[in-house]
């Protein structure tokens, strides 16, 4: 089971691909290559993205936590409105995005005065902590961004000079770059290839960006 939307497994996965493969990059420039600097640069680029992964997955808890409260509160002060009008105007602000695309107008307007009533009527939410679903959710982005740091890790593993394994460890991530790219599309009803190339693109150009920046 994944406690995370395909948007953020790809957006956590690609993260940490384009940070392996800018720190390598980065890293084997600087040291002047050879095999101290190609073992260092691997070796860090791991240390990097279980850092990101701790970081990101307390941030992820942190807005989980903030969205499903901000919610709480708009149906909080649904339900002590007085003027049904503000009120609905309010429910179609949040669901009309939504729903516009797929559902014609008097529906739409039949279904807002419907969770109105039952906003009203209904017993109130209340505000609520840290969830098991957010801490999974985190435990979640913590592994995807370790994930991202494996074609930095097989490489060492199972090639004996680092300089190799180093440029070995670049093409998977590029690769791997590529089928992100690949599966996304089936969620966004695009060419997979096209997307996988779309993809690998945008992310060495990010690298590209990054690198003369300080990333």
């Known amino acids: 089971m994944s406690y995370l939307k395909p948007s953020e497994s790809l957006s956590e996965l690609v993260a940490g691909l384009i940070m392996v493969l800018t720190f390598t990059l980065a890293a084997s420039v600087l040291s002047g290559g050879g095999q101290d600097g190609a073992r260092a640069a691997l070796l860090g680029a791991i240390g990097c993205n279980i850092a990101w992964g701790i970081i990101d997955g307390v941030l992820y808890m942190m807005n989980s936590t903030f969205d499903r409260n901000r919610y709480i509160r708009f149906v909080r002060s649904l339900a002590s409105s007085s003027d049904e009008t503000k009120a609905l105007d309010a429910i179609r602000g949040e669901l009309d995005p939504y729903l516009a695309p797929v559902t014609r107008a008097e529906d739409r307007e039949q ?20 969830l098991r679903h957010d801490v999974m959710g985190a435990i979640e ?11 930095a890790v097989l490489p060492l593993a199972l090639i004996g000079s680092p300089w190799v394994a180093l440029r070995v460890s670049n093409l998977l991530v590029v690769a791997m770059l590529f089928v992100a790219g690949y599966r996304w599309a089936k969620y966004v009803d695009a060419s997979p290839r096209r997307a996988g190339l779309g993809l690998m693109g945008i992310g060495l150009a990010m690298v590209a960006v ?5 990333g």
């Open 111 to 130: 279904l807002y005065r419907n969770v109105r009533d039952a906003v009203t009527s209904g017993k109130l939410p209340e505000r609520t902590g840290l």
């Open 141 to 151: 982005v913590f592994c995807m961004a370790v994930l991202a740091a494996l074609p």
């Open 210 to 214: 990054a690198i003369p920046l300080g």
